[in-house]
């Protein structure tokens, strides 16, 4: 089964998540302009809203609310004719703080948003891809998933289980023609450290922590005073590139990796044993 035409050519499908700003809106752009037929999922309305003014097809989509996967999801099908050639699952936030001090709620929630959603709108996707004989579904990883660092055990936790999760359905799926991809970003402009005062606000209680001298001297001023660009960083425009590669190759690759650190992690995590790659992380 095939997509409607729109405007006497076939148009590929994709439904990409977290398209408010950064990567998902960089590659919301890029793929339409390309030709693609675009769905471009937000978490909030007004965002949809906004996108919608673009000229986008912007269901809503939080990955905390699996009623709103679903009815999305639905959107876009009854759009393509029950068609979907492609998957971008996006969206994804931090909880900066000490692993003794971040709440195991805090920790449900997260991996909710970055983990468990994705894997429920990703089952409900593959049947319609088995049906058709092809699709393409990429995950945006990123270098927290290969390595670990401090104050971010909330994050590198649930990337370092969408990693697993991603390579065996990989492999389960290498009878199919469903390509399986994972991209892994290292510092990319976006709002991404502004989103995680919110969750650190929210959850972490950093005066009544023993680390409490760290929080003060170390991680409030990387969050609160922090200007300008990280070193390395790149534009979402990076991984748009890499994404065109998962989507449009006739061979993707397993993983993408996208700017400097992320391929010199790879390459310590390969090289170093486990104490001296901690030294090395924790400066």
């Known amino acids: 089964m095939k997509a409607p035409e729109e405007g006497g050519f076939f148009m ?7 398209c408010s700003s ?19 999922a937000c978490r909030k309305e007004e965002d949809c809203d906004r996108l919608r003014a673009e000229g986008f097809k912007a269901p809503r989509l939080d990955y905390e609310d699996e009623a709103s996967i679903e009815a999305a999801l639905k959107e876009v099908l009854a759009a393509t004719g029950g068609t979907l ?5 996006n969206g994804a936030y931090a909880i900066p703080g000490a692993v003794e001090d971040l709440p195991t709620a805090a920790l449900r929630q997260i991996f909710e948003a ?9 089952r409900l996707v593959l049947p319609v891809m088995r049906a058709q004989g092809h699709g393409r579904i990429v995950q945006c990883s990123s270098v927290l998933g ?8 909330a994050y590198n936790a649930t990337k370092f289980a969408l990693e697993g999760l991603t390579d065996t359905l990989r492999m389960e799926l290498r009878d199919t023609d469903i390509k399986v991809a994972l991209i892994e970003p290292g510092p990319i402009t976006s709002a991404f ?10 959850w972490i209680d950093w005066r009544a922590s023993p680390r409490a001298a760290q929080y003060e001297a170390e991680l409030r001023p990387r969050l609160y005073d922090s200007v300008g660009k990280a070193r390395f960083e790149l534009g979402p425009e990076a991984v748009v590139k890499k994404l065109l590669h998962a989507l449009e190759s006739p061979r993707p690759r397993p993983r993408y990796y996208v700017t400097v650190p992320t391929h010199f992690a790879g390459l310590m995590r390969r090289l170093l044993p486990t104490r001296a790659l901690d030294r090395l992380l924790n400066g």
């Open 22 to 40: 950064g990567i998902g809106l960089a590659a919301a752009r890029a793929l339409k302009a390309r030709g693609w037929r675009v769905f471009a």
């Open 114 to 122: 970055n983990l468990l959603g994705w894997h429920h709108l990703t």
């Open 146 to 153: 290969l390595i670990t660092m401090p104050w971010r055990g």
């Open 193 to 202: 450290r502004r989103n995680s005062i919110t969750q650190f606000e929210r």
């Open 12 to 18: 590929r499908s994709i439904l990409i998540t977290g």
């Open 85 to 89: 050639d492609a998957l971008f699952n």
